[in-house]
């Protein structure tokens, strides 16, 4: 079976912090792809990344980076110097021919 | 490029009335999704096309639900007799093919009252 699970339901810090988005995954393929997608309080989705299954180097982007893991089938996302206009629900996805989704973890940044 | 659109943006029905929701992907993109989004939940997935093979049905939640979409590109979905368990917002999304990032539309609110 293929899952995805964000255990993190909700998750609250104060502007300027770093903060850290689990992602934990399953599948019994070997070709997957991994995506996070941001959805802020206007409702729409915005794709922030994918990355495939053989490559499991990390990413930067500005403040924004992700860790890949298969070893424990994680892909975390990490904001460094959170703002506020990150405040938004986040989903970590996994396809390998539907995209299966996690449930989302709201992220709330307090100025 | 133009992103994919949707509408109507909003929609009110009666229960037992059918709907009709509007999907354009982004031109060239073969790959086309339907989900559901209900209020605080993560996306249910309900159907996909790709390019001219059938499409997977499996989320569809029952057979009041169907889709389909015209010339590889427009996307319509279609809830028979409305119940009040479809409020939502639907979404469409499309990729360039199975694989890669799907872009979303801005969602169609379905208000079955």
């Known amino acids: 079976a293929q899952k995805v699970t964000q255990a993190q339901t909700e998750i609250s810090v104060v502007e300027k912090e770093d903060v850290t988005l689990d992602c934990v995954y399953e599948?019994?393929?070997?070709?997957?792809?991994l995506f996070w997608y941001k959805q802020p309080p206007s409702g729409e989705l915005v794709f922030l990344i994918r990355?495939?299954?053989?490559d499991e180097q990390n990413e930067i982007s500005g403040r924004y980076s992700w860790n890949f893991q298969k070893s424990t089938s994680s892909f975390n996302f990490t904001i460094t110097a959170s703002q506020v206009v990150d405040s938004a629900v986040y989903f970590c996805?996994?396809?390998?021919?539907?995209?299966?989704w996690g449930a989302g973890t709201k992220l709330i940044i307090k100025p | 490029g133009a992103g994919v659109s949707q509408s109507p943006s909003n929609k009110v029905t009666e229960k037992g009335k059918d709907v009709e929701l509007r999907c354009d992907p982004i031109?060239?993109?073969?790959?086309l999704y339907w989900y559901r989004q209900s209020l605080g939940q993560g996306l249910e997935f309900l159907i996909y096309?790709?390019?001219?093979?059938?499409?997977?049905k499996s989320g569809l939640p029952s057979d009041r639900f169907s889709a389909e979409r015209t010339g590889g590109s427009v996307s319509t979905l279609t809830i028979q007799r409305t119940q009040q368990e479809d409020s939502a917002v639907y979404l469409c999304?499309?990729?360039?093919?199975?694989?890669?990032?799907?872009?979303f539309g801005p969602g169609t609110r379905l208000t079955v009252l």
């Open positions: 096309f790709q390019g001219n093979s059938a499409p997977d």
């Open positions: 031109s060239g993109h073969t790959a």
């Open positions: 990355r495939n299954s053989f």
């Open positions: 999304a499309s990729s360039l093919e199975g694989w890669h990032e799907q872009f």
């Open positions: 599948t019994r393929d070997t070709t997957y792809y």
């Open positions: 996805a996994l396809n390998n021919y539907q995209l299966i």
